[in-house]
């Protein structure tokens, strides 16, 4: 009998959390870090949110609570909803989590069946990929080109789509690249996903950067096209629009009363509920009008930075970067770098079974960080399927600009280090 179940080890993880203890043991040996890995706005909770939490708590607003989600809660994402993209929601079709992630993982759990097929963007966020395998369902990577500012086409949606297919995730604004779909791009892929899809078909639509958009564009959702609304779930959250990470509020809209409710069972069984004083915070967020300038305020404040640093990225040797036009990551390609440094060239001659556990860009990552004293993640970090020859790196710019510009001009210096980079790969001080 083995100690552990053999599903166990099909789950991923996600290496933003990896790579910390490596920036622990750097910055005990050596000094500080400039972390530009951070998945998290920089500012503050807006004032009059924690003023609610604060309040909430004093009114001992802290028991248990609706499973579904409190319903003054629920009603405000119904209305937001409703509002932002043109439908008509019930609050019963509302679910609320503890954070953005569960419903991620929970969605395969509900709708996959072994050997159902998943479409997920990749470069994406890392827990698309990560519990495909742990259901036993068929990964399906749908693959972001860098000449389209990570976007995909419906033709290339078109291609991966086949009777096993069950889920369908989008995300935009996107983690890593700051990619948007434009809506004439979501027309074309709700047209082919109507075409080609059973009405069984569910499409994951994660907007949590929704509000975090640049050069004035504006967020649409494919639920809010002619018969997608039945096929969709919306999911999004207050960690990244009101820098409120570790009030851990996400939520998810069904298409079904029915559907929200098996998903309810499920926050019985692994959750009880969720916080409700940041609840009612969260409740407040969304019908305060101190939230929109709050939140202004900090998407001008990434666009700023964005700017500048896409524009010292750019002027780099060995790298190119797309513009994003949404959330606060930069997602360069550094090629050059990897090939000016011997990086390609040594990674070709690791085993197998090393290059497993790295790439020329990760390479990259752990000598930036280990001899230059600044952390970012590689790709392999957003979806390892098919990412071999794919040579990029992303950058948080959630960090005052001063810390940015520390940050790029460590890059710089190691991008052009090759004594360093020959020592590195000589004592290679990450395995150790």
């Known amino acids: 009998m083995n100690l552990y179940a053999d599903r166990t080890f099909r789950i991923d993880t996600e290496n933003a959390f990896k790579i910390g203890t490596h920036v622990a043991g750097v910055e005990q040996k050596f000094g500080d870090v ?22 909430q708590l004093d009114l001992d607003n802290t028991h248990y609570c609706d499973p579904k989600g409190v319903l003054s809660l629920r009603q405000a994402i119904a209305h937001q909803v409703s509002a932002t993209r043109g439908l008509d929601v019930n609050p019963e079709r509302v679910v609320v989590f503890p954070g953005g992630k569960p419903p991620i993982g929970f969605v395969q759990q509900v709708y996959c069946n072994p050997g159902n097929e998943v479409i997920y963007p990749s470069p994406g966020f890392p827990i698309y990929e990560s519990f495909i395998s742990y259901v036993d369902g068929v990964p399906v990577p749908l693959h ?7 976007t995909f086409s419906s033709d290339q949606l078109s291609q991966l789509i086949s009777p096993s297919t069950k889920l369908i995730y989008l995300n ?14 979501l027309e074309a892929i709700a047209a082919t996903i109507l075409d080609q899809c059973p009405a069984e078909v569910r499409v994951y639509s994660d907007e ?13 959702s494919i639920a809010s096209l002619p018969g997608m609304e039945s096929r969709t779930i919306i999911a999004s959250g207050f960690s990244k629009t009101y820098s409120w990470t570790g009030g851990r509020i996400g939520y998810a809209v069904f298409p079904t009363e029915s559907e929200a409710d098996v998903f309810k069972n499920l926050n019985i069984n692994y959750f009880s509920c969720v916080t409700p004083y940041n609840q009612e915070a969260a409740r407040l967020a969304l019908e305060s009008p101190l939230s929109v300038p709050a939140v202004s305020k900090m998407v001008s404040t990434f666009q700023e930075r964005r700017d500048v640093i896409w524009e010292r990225l750019n002027r780099m040797d060995g790298i190119t970067c797309q513009k994003p036009l949404g959330a606060f990551y930069l997602f360069p390609n550094i090629s050059g770098i990897c090939e000016n440094l011997g990086l390609i060239d040594y990674y070709q001659g690791m085993s197998a079974a090393d290059k497993e556990l790295t790439s020329p860009a990760g390479l990259f990552q752990m000598f930036a960080l280990y001899c230059h004293r600044v952390a970012v993640m590689d790709r392999k970090s957003f979806g390892r399927l098919g990412s071999e020859g794919q040579h990029y790196i992303r950058l948080s710019i959630a960090s005052d600009l001063a810390v940015l510009e520390d940050g790029i001009a460590r890059l710089n210096d190691a991008a052009q280090d090759n004594e360093g980079i020959n020592h590195f790969l000589d004592t290679r001080p990450d395995l150790q």
Not at 36 to 51: Q, S
Not at 208 to 218: A, G, L, V
């Open 34 to 55: 400039v972390k530009l890995t951070l998945g998290e706005p920089d500012f503050p909770v807006p004032i009059h949110i924690k003023d609610e939490i604060k309040r």
């Open 144 to 150: 972001l080109d860098e000449s389209s500012n990570f």
């Open 172 to 185: 935009s604004p996107s983690n890593p690249t700051g990619g948007v779909v434009s809506p004439e791009q």
């Open 208 to 220: 949590i950067y929704e509000n975090i958009m640049f050069d004035n564009n504006k967020h649409h």
